[in-house]
Structure formats: structure tokens, C-alpha cells
């Protein structure tokens, strides 16, 4: 640190004219940043807005080619991380960096061991890391395996990482993107203590409401360049949206009801063990089997998972992730083994293979479009084909029809607003919500009667959101019944017509859409509040 | 340009630069053999003086060419859906023995001749490919440890089953074992006629043999299977993303199975155009390494048809040179050192071209909805 007096009150960090140019690309323009020491500073953007360009030339990922980068009044010019760090600059990535099978204070000292000679000081480390986590209020026990941590203590985990090397300066991106709203608070909590601590904090996000209860000022990224500055005292969620957009915005909202009284699909008894399927023995009902399973102590990933899915309704589950939500998708799409039953317009598609079962109405729009959604090395067109090879336009007998595949492609570009220079760009060249929007266009093609979509609009701009939410609910005042499962708790309670809740793959607590907080979902998807019943 | 253009040309660029390193490497290892890599490479392209040497030395780069197109081919089937099948080398000797066995058992006429050989050679080595397949769908059984295990098992199976069971008449003097020789009906005539078209003298021996047309239509059949079937599409996804493949209703274990088959299908093909256009029979002195080669071949040739084609021809240009480079006292190894150094630059230049057209796409796309799309979001 420097002994300058003055150093203090100069800004921690200071961006000027930060321009950063791809071939044929602007991505960063004349980007100006000041970030004043001891504060939150949050920066809020759409996704392509140019934040993580931004970040990691903060960062030292990626080298400016206009501008100065001034940390604590020193111009400095980043080449590698490596460099950040030693300028006392942290990032704490949106996805965990963590080894699953070291401990806690193994994952924190990885990568910069106290040494004595070339043993591990492990006792010099153990000091330094209960020291630092109890000067900021980071609890985490420093033997537990982090595989046995929830996403909260993973998070604390990964600010230490960066506390233990001496950063000022944290980034943070997208933090609350993995949270439930209990663990938010408690971040922020921790974020304040920080800020007490003198520490900088500079915040990302597109979670407007969360920016503005912990931000001690906002920047508004925009096509690449800062829009403003704001005081978050003097802005409301709407406002930031908008000069975050650059104009109006919608919001799911409730609108009249248009569940009929035709089950669509019917889930019964649905379970799946952790170890392994095995048939049930004969005879044995799947709810007298559960609980065998149950009384023997074995873990159930779902757990008598039972609902109906009317035409013209959507049903919500909400819950933290990794609580069965995968296994329940993959069981209906046939993709995963389970015993119990399914039905699609009451016909018994149990044992009917994924092929069957989308070719009889059910769409799907996976949680992750990367791993089970696109071909990212294929063309738009051949990934308009995928899922859909056995169906017109796509076959025509032994053949894929690629003029009609990509005339039924340019159609979903059109309709979808995809945008895209053509229908054989590759899918990989898209951004997220582009990408996510063929997926929708696609699923919707082929005129499903049932509907998975997992996380429709997660990584997804505000636009395309709004696009998004729009096609679901047509589809659903057309007829379609939609299961929806979600982290985004807005999303469910805005567009659900049912609500259900999902902990440890059991349904936990049914909930009325209409009248429900997302503090309060929040306490039954943490099993903080159990077991009633609303209809 | 076009972005297809643009791949096409990044991808020969790459292979050309490959190439050039490769001849400097070897130049060292020449250099190191205590040879001249300038008459070294001087041989390569020394068909001889007369018309005749070099319509000969033209016949035999095509004749090594051809069985290394169609292994190409077989390794490239199962390597398009991430599928190593390593044990091409086994599928295609057993394959050989038993068809070149069952084509001397009886005499038809040519055509059906001929199509029951090579529909035999097919159903062997796809009937051998099933094993690892089966093993691989219902147990797990990784594939390249089960092909290359029954690689063994295949060799040796052949090399009893000629001296055994499937053997006939040995000459007096003859040192190796061979399977009863095909009667002429089974003699695929030979493709001598192109060299007369241009006045050119045939070649000596056995001359151009005619399974290279075969050879031109199965590359040309399984180019339409994999770039405009549904199968083909099956297999690309499959290969690309098996995670989405599952999603979007593709059977892995279905597919696992018809790739393998189809591969060993193919790799049974191979020993045909020896047996049928030269030895007319399967003998313990068959060219080895066939399958093995191939491997390098679909390699070099990105699992497309045109370009194990042209990996085919130039391992075929390069082999050809064994004799000539005997005649420049320079030893004959540097072919595969060649071969290897090729192989693997190519494998080096096919990533570096490939992450630099991913690169090159991201941006045109950015670049062109940078123009041509109105700023504001449509709400």
C-alpha cells in the first residue's frame, strides 16, 4: 500500500476512455468508471451490454486498446491476472472455482501455500484464514469438504480465496444469480462488513432490486459504453431498468385464467433413488415401495413426486437447485428411469421412449441450452432439426429435408426476432438470449400439447425475457400446458397459475401464485417453514 | 466471403503449413541418417525415366491409396460420433480370410461372384465390430480397450484359420500359407484401360486395380449417408453433443451399435481390392497395419470423405517412394517418420484453424447485426 496520505481519498478505481475493439466489433467504448474506496459499486447492464469485457480488462484477462486504468491514483497497465491480484484486485466468478474434494481451507490457500521449506504450513494458513474470516464475518469451517457446502458457505468460500490474497478491491459477478433470497441477505450482510472493513466492492448484476438495497452508487452499461451514474437513493427498480433498456419494460404479470378442466398430463408416485434403479418387486404398489425405501434409510432424489398439468395451465415449481428439479424433467422425458407413472392426455406413455414421447406433443426447453439444448458447433438450421429429425419439415424419409429445415428456420428467426445474420451461422456465434429464443421458436414448431421449460429465461436480456414470457403465454391461452421450473422467483410467481414447491424431491407445500412473497417461497424452498397446505 | 469458403480455405492453409513443417523435421532426421534430404525428397517425386516406370509408379501410389481410403473411412464413421474404433485392423484381417475362404468355395458367375464376396467381407467385420459395440451398450466396456484387445484375438484367429481350416494347395518352394485361390471369376478386372485412353503403355503386375471405383462409390455413399440422412444426422449430434442428442430423442445404445457396425462393416472391405485385383487369395504375407494406418488417414482427412481422400493419396505418394529412396541410399523410414510428423502437425494446425473459424464466425455474425439491426430492444 502506499504511504501517501492522500492515497485514501483518491478514487480505488478509476476507468478512462476504456474503449476495447474486437475485429469489426466495438465492445467497450469510451467507458468511464470511478469507483470510490470503502463503497459498493454496482454495475448494472443487460447481458451483452459489455460488462464482462469490461471486467476482465479490470481483471487483466483482456488488455485495453484506448484508455487508463488507474488503481488507487496509480495508473497501471494489467497484463495478466496475476498482475490484478498483486494490485489488490479480486474477482469472484459467477460460476465457483472450487476443488469439491479439498476442504475448505485446502480450496482457500490452493494455488498460494505458506511454505516452510516444502512442507505446507498448514498451521500458519489455519491463523490467516480464521483470522480474516473473523475480521469480515465469514463463517465457514475451515476442515468441511466443500463438497458438502451449500451454495451460500461456497460463496463465503470463494471471497475468502480471494481475501486470502490480499485483494482491496473485490469483483463480484452476478453473485446472487445461485441464491435463494435468505442467502442474499446474508451476502450482503457480509458485503457491508466488508465495506466496514475498507474494503471496495464492485458489484455486477441485472437484479435491479438487489443493486439498489446494498449499492452505494450504480453505473449503467449500455451497448457497450457507460450510459450514468446514479445515486441509488434517487432511482427506482423501473427507472434503472429502463436506462438499462433504453425503454419501457414489462413485468410477468397475472392475467385472467385460462385453465380448463382437461388434464393434460398427469404425474403419479414418481420416484427415483439416489443409488441406482432397480425394479420394483412384484406386487408392490410404487407409494408402499417409497416407502420401503424410505424406513431403509435410502436416499431419494424424488420422493412420491405426484400432479396434474390441465390444458391452458401453467404449473410452477420453484426450489433451490439440485432438490430434484433435473430428475423430475429428465423422468418425464423419458431420459432417466423412475418408477410410478405418467400420463399425456391420458394415455400411459411410461414406458414410452424420448423419441415417442416428443413426437406425441411434449416440447422442452432444457435447463442448460449448452448441454442439452443445441448443437453449438451446427448451423441455426441443424439445430432447428434437433429433437425434431423423425417430424416434418425436417425428414422426408430417410432424408433430413434441409431446403424446408431451413425455410421453417428462417420463419422461427422472423417469428422469434432471433437475431442472427443467417440460418447457417453457427449456433455458437449467437449470444444467450438469441440462442435461447431458437430454442423456444423450435420447441414451439411442432405444436406441443405439454411444455417443460426449465429456466426459459435464465442468462437471458430483458428484451428477449420479455419475448420469452409473451410466447409462453400465448401458447398457454392457446391450450398448452406448461410446466415451469425456475429460479427466478418473479418468473414463477408472475407467470404460474399453480405453484408447487420442491425440497429434497419431495413436493413440500402447494401455494396460491396470487398471494404469495418470494420471502416467503423462499422459506419453504429452504425448509424453513414446512408442511402446510394452501389451495 | 463466404463462411464456408473461408473454412475450406483456413482448413488447406492449415494442412499446407503442416506439411511444410513436417518436410523440415524430417529433413533433420534425413540429415541425422547421414543422407541428403534434397535427393531424399527428389526421390519422392522420381517416377523413373521411361512412360512405362512411371505409369507404374502412378498404379502403385494408387493401389496403396485405395485400401487406405476405404480404412479412412471405417475409422471416420465411428470417430464422427466420438466412437474410437481402434480395432479396424482385426476387422479387416478376419474379414479378409473368411471372405477370400467362401469366394474359393464356388464358381458363379463374375458379378454375383464378386457381390458375394464383398457382401461377406461386410458382414464379417461388421459381425466383429458388434462385439465391442454390444460390450460397450450393456456393460460399459470402453471400446478402445475392447477393439484393441479383439485386435489380437483377430490376428491370430486369421493367422490359424489359414494354416488350418481355410488353408489350400501350397506350391512346392512356397514359404507362406494361403487360403484356396479365387477362381477367375472372382478376378475384379483391372482399371489399366484409363492409362491406355491417354497412350499410356498398362502397367506392370496386376496393374490399376478396379476395386478403386468401388472405392469411389462407397466414399461417395457414405458422404450422402452422413451429410443428408437422418442416420448421418443422428451421428453428428450424437458426436457433437450426446447430452442434447439424448434430449432430443436419439438413442446412444441404438446408435453406439449401428456406428460400430457400420465401421466395421467398411473396415471389412479393405483387404478386397488386394484380394480381388492382385493375390486372389488371403495369405500369411497380407499387408498389415492397414487398419491401424487408417487411423491417421481419417485423421488427416477431418472424418470427411473428400479429405480422407486426399490424406489417402498422400500416404500413397509417400509409400510409393520406398524404392526409389533405396536407390538415394536413404533409408526408407523417413516415410514414416514423414507420416507421423504429418499426422501430427495436422492434428495441431486442424485445432488452431478450427478455434480461429469459430473466432472469425462469432465476429461476422456481431458484426453484421452490429449493421443491419435497429439499437433499441423491442419490448
Known amino acids: 500500500m502506499s504511504s501517501d496520505p492522500l492515497a485514501a481519498a483518491r478514487p480505488a478505481v478509476e476507468l478512462a476512455g476504456i474503449t476495447k475493439r474486437f475485429p469489426g466489433v466495438v465492445a467497450n467504448h469510451d467507458v468511464c468508471l470511478t469507483v470510490e474506496p470503502g463503497t459498493v459499486h454496482a454495475i448494472v447492464g443487460e447481458n451483452g451490454a459489455g460488462k464482462s469485457t469490461l471486467m476482465k480488462i479490470l481483471y487483466g484477462m483482456q488488455q485495453p486498446d484506448e484508455g487508463t486504468i488507474k488503481v488507487n491514483g496509480q495508473e497501471v497497465a494489467f497484463r495478466t491476472p496475476s498482475d490484478a491480484i498483486a494490485a489488490g484486485i479480486g474477482m469472484v466468478h459467477q460460476h465457483f472455482m472450487l476443488a469439491d474434494n479439498f476442504t475448505v481451507l485446502e480450496n482457500i490457500v490452493l494455488g498460494a501455500e505458506p511454505s516452510k521449506g516444502l512442507v505446507l504450513d498448514s498451521g500458519r494458513a489455519r491463523e490467516r484464514v480464521k ?98 451514474s446514479v445515486d441509488p437513493r434517487e432511482v427506482t427498480a423501473r427507472q434503472l431498468a429502463e436506462l438499462m433498456v433504453g425503454s419501457e419494460l414489462p413485468t410477468p404479470e397475472t392475467r385472467e385464467s385460462t385453465v380448463t378442466d382437461t388434464v393434460m398430463l398427469k404425474v403419479s408416485g414418481l420416484t427415483i433413488e439416489a443409488d441406482g434403479h432397480r425394479p420394483i418387486p412384484k406386487g408392490a404398489s410404487v407409494s408402499a415401495y417409497a416407502d420401503r425405501l424410505r424406513a431403509e434409510g435410502r436416499r431419494l432424489l424424488l420422493d412420491d413426486v405426484s400432479f396434474e398439468i390441465h390444458r391452458g395451465e401453467i404449473l410452477g415449481i420453484a426450489g433451490v437447485e439440485g432438490n430434484g428439479q433435473s430428475e423430475l424433467i429428465e423422468a418425464i422425458m423419458g431420459m432417466r428411469p423412475a418408477h410410478g407413472d405418467i400420463a399425456l392426455g391420458g394415455e400411459d406413455i411410461t414406458s414410452w421412449s424420448t423419441l415417442k414421447r416428443r413426437e406425441s406433443g411434449i416440447g422442452y426447453i432444457p435447463e442448460d441450452r449448452h448441454r442439452q439444448g443445441l448443437l453449438l458447433e451446427a448451423s441455426l438450421w441443424e439445430n432447428r432439426v434437433l429433437g425434431h429429425q423423425t417430424r416434418p419439415p425436417a425428414r422426408s424419409g430417410i432424408w433430413i429435408n434441409r431446403r424446408a429445415s431451413k425455410a421453417d428456420t428462417e420463419r422461427i428467426v422472423k417469428d422469434y426476432d432471433v437475431r442472427t445474420p443467417s440460418v447457417d451461422t453457427l449456433a455458437l456465434a449467437l449470444s444467450g438470449g438469441n440462442q435461447q429464443k431458437l430454442i423456444v421458436g423450435r420447441e414451439m414448431s411442432s405444436e406441443p400439447t405439454f411444455l417443460i421449460a426449465a429456466h426459459p429465461t435464465r442468462g437471458v436480456d430483458v428484451g428477449a425475457q420479455a419475448a420469452i414470457w409473451d410466447h409462453l403465454r400465448n401458447a398457454r391461452a392457446a391450450g398448452l400446458a406448461v410446466l415451469l421450473i425456475s429460479a427466478d422467483l418473479d418468473e414463477l410467481i408472475g407467470l404460474s397459475d399453480t405453484l408447487h414447491v420442491i425440497y429434497k424431491g419431495r413436493l413440500v407445500a402447494r401455494l396460491d401464485p396470487s398471494d404469495v412473497t418470494p420471502e416467503r417461497l423462499g422459506g419453504y424452498m429452504t425448509g424453513a417453514i414446512t408442511g402446510t397446505e394452501e389451495t | ?210 476395386f478403386l471405383a468401388v472405392a469411389i462409390l462407397l466414399g461417395m455413399g457414405i458422404w450422402v449417408l452422413l451429410e443428408r440422412t437422418r442416420f448421418g444426422f443422428d451421428v453428428k449430434a450424437s458426436g457433437l453433443n450426446p447430452s442434447a442428442a439424448l434430449a432430443s430423442g436419439v438413442n446412444p445404445k441404438k446408435m453406439v451399435i449401428s456406428a460400430m457396425v457400420l465401421s466395421g462393416a467398411v473396415a471389412g472391405l479393405i483387404g478386397l481390392p488386394e484380394i480381388l485385383g492382385d493375390k486372389h487369395t488371403f495369405g500369411s504375407n497380407f499387408t498389415p497395419g492397414l487398419g491401424f494406418l487408417g487411423i491417421a488417414v481419417a485423421l488427416l482427412g477431418r472424418n470427411k470423405p473428400a479429405g480422407i481422400a486426399v490424406a489417402a493419396l498422400l500416404f500413397g505418394f509417400l509409400d510409393r517412394a520406398q524404392g526409389p529412396l533405396q536407390f538415394a541410399s536413404v533409408p526408407p523410414s523417413v516415410i514414416m517418420i514423414m507420416q507421423g510428423a504429418i499426422v501430427l502437425l495436422v492434428v495441431i494446425a486442424n485445432e488452431i484453424t478450427s478455434r480461429i473459424a469459430v473466432r472469425h464466425e462469432e465476429r461476422r455474425a456481431a458484426q453484421q447485426l452490429g449493421r443491419n439491426t435497429p439499437v433499441e430492444v423491442a419490448a
Open chain 1, 131 to 228: 483470522e480474516l474470516a473473523a475480521g469480515h464475518g465469514l463463517q465457514v469451517g475451515p476442515d468441511r469438504l466443500v463438497e458438502d457446502l451449500g451454495v451460500g458457505d461456497r460463496q463465503r468460500v470463494e471471497i475468502l480465496k480471494v481475501l486470502y490474497r490480499g485483494a482491496r478491491i473485490l469483483i463480484l459477478d452476478e453473485p446472487t444469480a445461485v441464491l435463494v433470497p435468505q442467502e442474499v441477505d446474508e451476502l450482503f450482510e457480509t458485503l457491508r462488513e466488508l465495506k466496514a472493513g475498507g474494503l471496495t466492492v464492485i458489484f455486477i448484476s441485472h437484479k435491479l432490486d438487489e443493486v439498489l438495497s446494498i449499492a452505494d452508487a450504480i453505473t449503467v452499461i449500455r451497448r457497450g459504453t457507460t450510459v450514468t
Open chain 2, 1 to 210: 466471403m463466404p463462411a464456408g469458403l473461408f473454412r475450406a480455405l483456413l482448413t488447406v492453409a492449415g494442412a499446407v503449413a503442416a506439411i511444410v513443417v513436417a518436410i523440415a523435421i524430417s529433413s533433420v532426421a534425413i540429415l541425422a541418417a547421414g543422407a541428403s534430404p534434397t535427393q531424399a525428397f527428389a526421390a519422392f517425386f522420381d517416377f523413373g525415366e521411361t512412360e512405362r516406370s512411371v505409369v507404374n509408379g502412378i498404379a502403385t501410389m494408387l493401389n496403396r491409396s485405395v485400401p487406405l481410403f476405404i480404412a479412412g473411412l471405417a475409422v471416420a464413421i465411428g470417430f464422427r460420433m466420438n466412437l474410437f474404433n481402434i480395432g479396424v485392423e482385426g476387422q479387416y484381417k478376419i474379414a479378409a480370410v473368411c471372405a477370400a475362404y467362401v469366394g474359393s468355395l464356388f464358381v458363379a458367375p463374375a458379378p454375383i461372384q464378386i457381390l458375394v464376396i464383398i457382401v461377406v467381407a461386410a458382414a464379417v467385420g461388421g459381425l466383429y465390430a458388434l462385439i465391442p459395440a454390444v460390450m460397450k451398450v450393456t456393460r460399459g466396456v470402453n471400446e478402445v480397450i475392447s477393439t484393441i484387445m479383439l485386435n489380437f484375438i483377430a490376428i491370430q484367429l486369421a493367422a490359424f484359420l489359414v494354416r488350418g481350416p481355410f488353408t489350400g494347395q501350397r506350391t512346392e518352394g512356397q514359404l507362406t500359407t494361403n487360403t484356396p485361390l479365387l477362381p477367375e471369376s472372382a478376378w475384379f478386372p483391372n482399371l489399366n484401360v484409363l492409362f491406355e485412353l491417354f497412350g499410356l503403355p498398362a502397367p506392370r503386375g496386376g496393374g490399376l486395380w478396379g
